[in-house]
């Protein structure tokens, strides 16, 4: 069995890592419970049974916070998420909202949003959404569309790139060094997690010792930063906090969860969704007498997926546009000819001034258009040609 929730990695291209479960998890036949969309599933390693709807709403009534997982790309999962904040804000009257997605830095542009103050496109801009963040906006408009019209403040929970990628080379004691003021040290990891943790590093090439230590480091960064964020929202509006974060980071406890253990006396409940099918009965509901989650949701499969054309590009905002900062193998980018280095400066006659810009224009063409786009390459500027695939 093999849980279906990914980590974040600390590698240049991010990619989505399915955690491993060791040979210590207990498989549960899921088989009856993962049959239909819409019932609650409550792990144990002795049995796991459905669970009404009522009594999983009655288990948060004393809880600080609410944590509901998610698979990033998954637009089904984002519904999910938006019915239960629905569901908790009719319960106690007030919450607060966490939200993986964007660094601290980002707050301003956040309580700028739910104000009214900004249009989408202008959020997008000013939070630098695409700088942080690679999955589209429109997978969260519907989180952010709720705690706009039922002014829910949004907490942005991340830490800058910049942290994660020297903790990523040189480790927790070298590489947090001058951001003493987004994080405190993480708690250890448990040896289940870390072992875990190993397990995904140990599959790629190259990795040695030193870069699984740091590997887990940066992950710890990500889990307590996420845990800190969540208690400064608790303090700062004394209200139940719901955090949106990757389910990674809250199965079987490890992640958020421990850091929240550690930092305080706090009653935190997890939910996780999978869909209904060979998702659902891939999990392992529970491991070494450790559930999964607290509830599991069954969601139909979806669909609907939102499907936008990408460049496979990773970009930089730079002076007079866009630098590219690696391109990806069998992508548009690779086979128009686009380099790492090269500065976009303009896209179909548009100036390029960001990359949420660059990004919003690209998404917007016509399958099989060719997109036209000015590059300064070293000191010289050449005009490439993008073909935008056709739909499959």
């Not at 930089?316 to 548009?332: A, F, P, Y």
């Not at 917007?364 to 997109?371: I, V």
């Amino acid at each position: 069995m093999r849980s279906a929730f990914s980590i974040q990695t600390v590698m240049l291209i991010p990619i989505l890592i399915v955690l491993s479960l060791s040979p210590h998890a207990r498989a549960i036949d899921t088989e009856a419970l993962c049959e239909t969309p819409g019932n609650w599933i409550m792990p144990s390693h002795q049995t796991s049974t459905i669970t009404a709807h009522p009594t999983i709403m009655k288990s948060v009534s004393s809880a600080d916070f609410v944590l509901l997982g998610e698979q990033h790309n998954l637009p089904n999962h984002h519904r999910w998420q938006t019915q239960m904040l629905a569901t908790l804000l009719a319960q106690k009257g007030k919450i607060a909202i966490g939200l993986e997605m964007l660094p601290q830095s980002s707050q301003q542009s956040l309580d700028a949003w739910v104000s009214g103050e900004l249009t989408l496109e202008e959020f997008i801009s000013q939070s630098e959404w695409y700088d942080t963040w690679r999955f589209d906006i429109e997978l969260y408009t519907p989180i952010l569309h709720f705690a706009r019209d039922n002014r829910v403040p949004l907490f942005a929970l991340n830490v800058p790139g910049d942290l994660i990628s020297a903790v990523s080379a040189n480790g927790w004691e070298n590489g947090s060094t001058g951001f003493e003021a987004y994080i405190s040290k993480p708690s250890p990891a448990s040896d289940r997690y870390k072992n875990d943790l190993v397990e995904i590093f140990e599959q790629h090439d190259g990795s040695d010792e030193k870069q699984i230590e740091h590997f887990v480091e940066a992950q710890l960064v990500w889990d307590r930063a996420f845990a800190e964020g969540l208690v400064r929202a608790r303090e700062k509006t004394s209200r139940l906090v719901v955090g949106i974060i990757g389910s990674g980071h809250l199965t079987y406890g490890h992640g958020v969860k421990h850091q929240l253990n550690s930092l305080g006396e706090y009653q935190t409940t997890t939910w996780i969704p999978t869909e209904s099918g060979d998702s659902c009965k891939a999990l392992t509901l529970s491991n070494d007498g450790v559930g999964i989650a607290d509830a599991i949701y069954v969601i139909a499969k979806g669909i609907d997926e939102i499907s936008k054309h990408k460049l496979g590009i990773f970009l930089i905002n730079g002076e007079g546009g866009v630098v590219v900062g690696d391109v990806l193998e069998n992508s548009i980018a690779q086979e128009a000819g686009i380099e790492s280095n090269d500065v976009i400066i303009e896209a179909a006659g548009q100036q390029i001034v960001n990359s949420a810009n660059l990004v919003r224009l690209i998404q917007d063409q016509a399958p099989g258009y060719w997109l036209p786009l000015t590059v300064k390459r070293g000191t010289q500027v050449i005009q490439i040609l993008a073909k935008i695939p056709l739909q499959k």
